[in-house]
């Protein structure tokens, strides 16, 4: 990561390190240890944010999207502790709201967010073999596809991080029913991952927005619940599930890029 949103200059707090041991720090509402061992959580979302913040502050920030769930946690983080630590993945092929709204948060928070892009080796060279919808193919090409676009650049995101920040919810999709708010991440050494938002209703994220009016991506007024790159997301028709409108040529059991994997999965 760039030095703005990596937080170069640890203070020695160890307790996020993989395997590392747990122990209460000042003020701490329990050690790392009971955080992963609670039975997922459901604790005030601003309590838990406000925990890994001081847990372990300046090796942790927030992966954003830029949806709604990703500004709620951006509007909290920052009323916690004004130098919120932000980056997005930039895949080149995001709709135009997305980045409106970004420029929003960046003015309004007075933030820097730490762009990371795909390598423009392994672009050009997907483009050139595979052409320019490979993704709707199979699975298995879209997730080649997401690998390069998203996973490749998570990692370079991630790197010297103790912990990271998501918007995931468990309501959101099949894939995310047994969210925990804190756990340990397998796609990335075991880092430490943390959802404060886990058990967040649709609604509860909403009334969040309108309380303190924070900025959020237009496409969300237009029938997009959830927005990734703009071939690959569409408006949901009514009834339909949170994630339809994402690669919704595929099964729901399928809907993930690589970012967010299960314990079982990292296996």
């Known amino acids: 990561m760039t030095e703005t949103a990596e937080g170069k200059g640890g203070e020695g707090r160890s307790v996020g390190a993989p395997g590392g041991t747990a122990r209460r720090l000042p003020g701490e509402a329990g050690s790392l240890q009971e955080w992963l061992e609670a039975d997922r959580g459901d604790r005030p979302a601003e309590e838990v944010l406000g925990w890994a913040i001081q847990a372990f502050r300046p090796r942790i920030a927030l992966a954003s999207s830029f949806g709604v769930e990703d500004v709620v946690l951006i509007d909290m983080w920052s009323r916690r502790q004004g130098d919120v630590r932000v980056f997005s993945l930039d895949t080149g092929r995001l709709p135009e709201e997305t980045y409106e709204v970004m420029d929003r948060i960046r003015e309004r928070y007075g933030i820097a967010i730490a762009t990371y892009f795909p390598e423009t080796a392994a672009v050009e060279a997907l483009e050139r073999e595979r052409g320019f919808y490979s993704f709707r193919r199979s699975v298995e090409e879209r997730k080649h596809c997401c690998g390069i676009r998203k996973v490749v650049p998570l990692g370079r995101a991630l790197a010297g991080l103790d912990a990271w920040v998501t918007g995931l919810r468990r309501e959101q999709a099949e894939t995310r029913s047994a969210l925990t708010q804190v756990e340990r991440d397998p796609a990335h050494g075991g880092m430490i991952k943390v959802n404060p938002l886990a058990d967040w209703s649709t609604e509860q994220v909403w009334q969040y927005v309108r309380a303190h009016d ?33 690669w919704w040529w595929e099964r729901p059991q399928t809907k993930e890029c690589g970012l967010h994997l299960t314990p079982r999965e990292g296996a």
């Open 214 to 246: 924070v900025p959020y991506n237009r496409l969300h007024d237009r029938g997009y619940p959830s927005i990734g790159c703009a071939p690959c997301t569409r408006a949901i028709l009514p009834g339909e599930d949170l994630r339809a409108g994402r």
